[in-house]
Structure formats: structure tokens, C-alpha cells
Nanobody
Framework: QLRLVESGGGLVEPGGSLRLSCEGH????????VGWFRQAPGKEREVVAC????????HYADSVQDRFTISRDNAKSTMYLQMNDLKPEDTAVYYC?????????????????WGQGTQVTVSS
């Protein structure tokens, strides 16, 4: 059973950067397609970025394209989300997730394992 543990959230000013990490325990994270999702108050959970395991293809939401970068280090069983040029509208709880599929997966209901969530607040 895979367990995901997130870290790296916090408060940052607009234009700043944060890096989120998500470490997999119990099973090699390299076996899974992985992704980052976020949920703001009163809104539905939405995909932010995801990456496959068999091909390392990536997908980004239009709202974060060219600002966020998803990556993975299979040797460390860890995935990352580098977030640059953060905006107030990026404020949300961010979740990492893993899917037993190997291709890039962009829908939340195709993910089998979820992290606990980490708060990202962008405010001056």
C-alpha cells in the first residue's frame, strides 16, 4: 500500500516561489503515474500538473503553464512541484496523488492514492 507524505507549503508573497515535495512510502513511487491537484475554498478539486511513469510525459493546467514544473526522482521515491511567479489565485490546499496507471492521468477519479494536503497561501 502506497502512502504519500507532502511537505513544502506555506505563505508567500505574490511573485514568489515555493517547492512542494511528496514522498512515497511502502511502494516505489516510480511504478505510478503521479500528479498534483489543488482545491480552493468553495471550489472543486482541479488538476495542476501530472506526469506519467512509463513515458514521463507531462500535462499542465493552462493557469499554471510556464510557471509550475512537475518532476520526479524515482531513486528517492519523491515527486516535486516547483511553483514560480505565484499569484493570489494559486492559493489552495495542494494534494499529491498516484495512479496505478502508467500513462499521464489528468482526472482525479483515476488516482488511487492521495497525500494529506498542504496549504499554499499567496498574499501580501
Amino acid at each position: 500500500q502506497l502512502r504519500l507524505v507532502e511537505s513544502g507549503g506555506g505563505l508567500v508573497e505574490p511573485g514568489g516561489s515555493l517547492r512542494l515535495s511528496c514522498e512515497g512510502h511502502g511502494s516505489p513511487l516510480g511504478y505510478y503515474a503521479v500528479g498534483w491537484f489543488r482545491q480552493a475554498p468553495g471550489k472543486e478539486r482541479e488538476v495542476v500538473a501530472c506526469i506519467g511513469s512509463s513515458d514521463n510525459l507531462t500535462h499542465y493546467a493552462d493557469s499554471v503553464q510556464d510557471r509550475f514544473t512537475i518532476s520526479r526522482d524515482n531513486a528517492k521515491s519523491t515527486m516535486y512541484l516547483q511553483m514560480n511567479d505565484l499569484k493570489p489565485e494559486d492559493t489552495a490546499v495542494y494534494y499529491c496523488a498516484a495512479s496505478s496507471l502508467t500513462i499521464v492521468v489528468i482526472t482525479a477519479d483515476m488516482y488511487d492514492f492521495w497525500g494529506q494536503g498542504t496549504q499554499v497561501t499567496v498574499s501580501s
